[in-house]
């Protein structure tokens, strides 16, 4: 069975104020990846790193076997 895992770190400036924007954009960058993506068991594990606005890294994506 395959599984995926997104994690998201909130403890950063892009989410001080109001995180839904930033985590909508998130979603967004990870619905635009799994667009473009083809995904095969031959492909797995698959990571991807999340990240805000200014480039920072936040979390990550994981596709595990």
Do not use: H
Not at 46 to 59: A, E, F, I, Q, R
Request: no cysteine.
């Amino acid at each position: 069975m395959s599984k995926l895992t997104f994690s998201i770190n909130l403890d950063n400036d892009m989410f001080y104020e109001d995180a839904a924007p930033e985590i909508s954009r998130i979603f967004q960058d990870l619905s635009n990846f799994a667009k473009e993506t083809t995904l095969t068991k031959k492909d797995l594990p698959l990571s991807k790193p999340l990240k805000d606005t200014n480039g920072n890294k936040v979390g990550y994506l994981k596709i595990t076997k």
